[in-house]
């Protein structure tokens, strides 16, 4: 009995020795290196979605800082030409010096011209005012002893041109009419067809033809409210004359 007792106790413990080693979780190795690439498929689209989204925003970012720079830029060369033009009767009155300034600052504001294909652009429209022009005749508003304001008045749609020069508050009044034949991008050829002057709206000389006068616009600037523009006669053979003249004008 005793035997067969210790025999049955032996059999038992190894059965249970099997079993409990059976529960027992076998410990994995540690792995020694991490995998190459531990960042899901998605997240890396994700990651590189925002860092475009990112470089896209900061260029745009970069395109706006730079259009309000040029803007301000545009702003301040206006504001220093018309504070050198003011009370200079359209150029009459100025200085050499203040000569080579205006020339100077509407340099700069040609460099920036914001127009293409001024000579087609219905940007031109519009009443104008002179402000500044490097001529001396009757084109800077001169009649005899006074000055005069001058407009220009242009609609491309139509066709029509016209150049007045008023004084006294309009109660003396010239109307040079013209038209145009666009040359270039930027030319135009002006046709001076017939003036006609007026006192308290009484015509004195009533559309009195003009007939071979024509001029060379270089069109050099235009934007909302400024255009600039060098204008030269054209001879009989129909070339421009050495001399052109810079003219700078507001919009009304």
């Given at each position: 009995?005793?035997?067969?007792?210790?025999?049955?106790?032996c059999?038992?413990l190894?059965?249970?020795?099997?079993?409990t080693?059976?529960?027992v979780?076998?410990?994995?190795?540690?792995?020694?290196?991490?995998?190459?690439?531990?960042?899901?498929?998605?997240?890396?689209?994700?990651?590189?979605?925002?860092?475009?989204?990112?470089?896209?925003?900061?260029?745009?970012?970069g395109?706006?800082?730079?259009?309000?720079?040029?803007?301000?830029?545009?702003?301040?060369?206006?504001?220093?030409?018309?504070?050198?033009?003011?009370?200079?009767?359209?150029g009459?009155?100025?200085?050499?010096?203040?000569?080579?300034?205006?020339?100077s600052?509407?340099?700069?504001?040609?460099?920036?011209?914001?127009?293409?294909?001024?000579?087609?652009?219905?940007?031109?429209?519009?009443?104008?005012?002179?402000?500044?022009?490097?001529t001396?005749?009757g084109?800077?508003?001169?009649?005899?002893?006074?000055?005069?304001?001058?407009?220009?008045k242009?609609?491309?749609?139509g066709g029509?041109?016209?150049?007045?020069?008023?004084?006294?508050?309009?109660?003396?009044?010239?109307?040079?009419?013209?038209?145009?034949?666009?040359?270039?991008?930027?030319?135009?050829?002006?046709?001076?067809?017939?003036?006609?002057?007026?006192?308290?709206?009484?015509?004195?000389?009533?559309?009195?033809?003009?007939?071979?006068?024509?001029?060379?616009?270089?069109?050099?600037?235009?934007?909302?409210?400024?255009?600039?523009?060098?204008?030269?006669?054209?001879?009989?053979?129909?070339?421009p004359?050495?001399?052109?003249?810079i003219?700078?004008?507001?919009?009304?």
């Amino acid at each position: 009995m005793t035997r067969l007792a210790l025999s049955l106790v032996c059999c038992l413990l190894g059965y249970s020795l099997t079993i409990t080693t059976a529960f027992v979780p076998v410990r994995q190795p540690l792995h020694t290196h991490q995998p190459k690439d531990l960042q899901p498929k998605a997240y890396k689209s994700l990651a590189a979605n925002s860092n475009w989204f990112t470089s896209v925003l900061s260029k745009n970012n970069g395109s706006k800082g730079k259009s309000a720079a040029d803007a301000a830029a545009v702003a301040a060369l206006k504001q220093d030409l018309y504070a050198v033009a003011k009370n200079k009767d359209n150029g009459l009155k100025a200085t050499e010096s203040d000569k080579a300034k205006i020339l100077s600052l509407a340099s700069e504001l040609i460099k920036r011209n914001p127009t293409k294909n001024i000579a087609t652009s219905d940007k031109v429209d519009g009443t104008w005012r002179l402000v500044y022009t490097s001529t001396s005749g009757g084109s800077a508003g001169k009649l005899g002893p006074f000055v005069g304001q001058v407009l220009q008045k242009i609609d491309t749609a139509g066709g029509d041109y016209v150049n007045f020069v008023r004084l006294f508050g309009g109660l003396v009044e010239g109307a040079l009419v013209a038209t145009w034949e666009v040359k270039g991008a930027n030319e135009w050829k002006v046709i001076f067809q017939d003036i006609t002057f007026r006192v308290f709206g009484i015509p004195l000389v009533d559309k009195k033809p003009l007939s071979g006068q024509a001029g060379q616009w270089k069109l050099t600037y235009v934007d909302e409210d400024l255009r600039i523009l060098t204008a030269a006669a054209l001879t009989n053979e129909g070339k421009p004359a050495k001399v052109s003249n810079i003219y700078v004008l507001r919009r009304v």
